[in-house]
């Protein structure tokens, strides 16, 4: 038996097996009594008289013998037990502890021995509590739903039916786009734009749409003061949702087909990730952009400190308002759920809020970066996949740009991260590419509603909300 008082207690069947796994026990404050309990047995005499047996008296003898403070309690399994053995072709089992445990330091014959082949268990069991995996029933759909008639190649299938924000989805292949909403979608729409404050907001955001026939969700969010879930109701009511092609997780005017006009490429987005890596200078810590999660902080199945999502209620999404009575009610109602501009528009001299973005080419506000868009102005002679409207490289000529400006920023705001920068070929600094990560979330003013951003990568984002 193993103690750490302020940890936990191990109980090992096996102590001197390093292949046995202990079972642990965790340490738990208590308040309880020590009690020493005593039965004592007495026989009564039996009367001369009668011939039945006499009958024993038990009695029980309490003692409080002190007050404990403190319990190890074992609610985990035993775990696996692994023996160091060989089955030999007879079937007879031969121990092996000999052969692979060093209990004191050995000559090189030791180790050029002919052994069978053992592989112990690089690990046990991550968990040794029992916890229920949940697994998913058959999904039984609604009647009337069919199965999606896409290509089963590279697609991940669906393991239920579509939420019922009613929302159009299309891809870049597919040939003709809608021209109106589903009536499930305008029928919902009409339930919930019960009051003034809506309709208004439907309207702005219908004069957003005609102006420009393609927008990001976040773009909407800075422009339209709408609580984030009447949003995902109302953008269905209004347009389409591109899936692939460079207009991808993007919202689309019903009817206006961005494939067929040339002048759209200022809408294609681009997936932009801020660079950065030792070799060239600097951490990802050292960013001034602080990483919201990482493969390297998890949590187990087990954990129960999980976000507590807002809960909204009718009367919030009655009125289009947040909770009463919270501090977000200083802000104005005009721009209580709107987003910053820098949520979408990139600017020259400013970080982006996040180390991945999804900007639109017309949100660039950038010369040098226009001059690189418009390039082919006149000369846009096909819309592929990869480029839509623009040259080939055109995206990855704008990263490099865009790079480059961010890293003067950040040398001159931290100067000593470069003080060892390498250079490439061309005697450029770069930064290394970084996979994408969502990115902390961070809001100058404290409010009890905060506007979720969810995931600065929108397509992951918003197919969550409608798939």
């Not at 460079?246 to 759209?264: C, I, M, N, Q, T």
Request: charged share 30%.
């Amino acid at each position: 038996i193993y103690a750490d008082p302020a940890k936990r207690l191990e109980l090992c069947f096996r102590p001197k097996d390093p292949y046995c796994h202990p079972v642990c026990a965790n340490r738990f404050p208590t308040s309880t009594m020590l009690l020493k309990v005593r039965r004592r047995t007495t026989r009564r005499k039996t009367q001369k008289d009668t011939e039945e047996p006499a009958q024993p008296e038990v009695h029980f003898e309490m003692e409080i013998i002190g007050i404990v403070t403190t319990v190890y309690k074992f609610q985990g399994m035993s775990d696996f037990q692994y023996l160091a053995m060989h089955s030999g072709p007879d079937g007879k089992q031969t121990s092996m502890y000999d052969k692979v445990l060093m209990l004191k330091p050995e000559k090189e014959e030791f180790f050029n021995r002919d052994l069978p082949l053992y592989i112990p268990p690089p690990i046990f069991s991550r968990l040794d509590t029992p916890v229920d995996y949940f697994y998913r029933p058959d999904t039984q759909h609604r009647d009337g739903y069919n199965n999606p008639q896409v290509s089963g190649e590279n697609l991940i299938g669906l393991s239920r039916a579509r939420r019922p924000h009613n929302a159009i989805f299309l891809n870049f292949d597919e040939e003709e786009v809608p021209t109106k909403p589903l009536d499930a979608a305008v029928q919902t729409w009409k339930k919930v734009c019960t009051n003034a404050v809506d309709r208004k907001v439907e309207e702005e955001l219908r004069k957003l749409f005609e102006v420009r026939p393609v927008w990001s969700r976040n773009a909407v969010k800075a422009n339209v003061n709408i609580h984030p879930d009447k949003l995902k109701l109302l953008l269905p009511y209004l347009a389409y949702y591109m899936l692939t092609g460079p207009w991808r997780s993007l919202w689309v005017r019903f009817g206006y087909d961005p494939r067929k006009h040339p002048e759209a490429k200022i809408y294609q987005v681009l997936d932009f990730r801020i660079r950065c890596g030792m070799k060239y200078g600097y951490a990802p810590n050292d960013m001034p952009v602080k990483a919201k999660r990482s493969t390297y902080n998890y949590s187990l199945p087990i954990t129960v400190k999980k976000p507590v999502s807002h809960t909204v209620s009718m009367h919030d999404l009655k009125q289009g308002l947040g909770t009463s009575g919270s501090s977000s009610a200083k802000k104005s109602a005009s721009s209580r759920y709107k987003l910053k501009e820098s949520i979408y528009i990139f600017r020259e001299g400013a970080l982006p809020p996040y180390r991945q973005m999804f900007y639109q080419l017309c949100d660039l506000n950038v010369e040098s970066l226009q001059k690189i868009i418009h390039r082919n102005d006149g000369a846009e002679t096909e819309c592929t996949e990869r480029d839509g409207w623009c040259l080939p490289k055109t995206s990855d000529d704008l990263r490099d740009s865009m790079s480059l400006m961010i890293k003067q920023i950040i040398r001159s705001t931290r100067p000593a991260l470069f003080s060892s920068t390498t250079s490439n070929e061309d005697g450029k600094e770069q930064l290394a590419y970084e996979s994408g990560e969502d990115e902390d979330d961070e809001e100058e003013e404290e409010e009890d509603f905060k506007p979720s951003d969810g995931s600065e990568n929108e397509m992951e984002t918003e197919i969550l909300d409608y798939v």
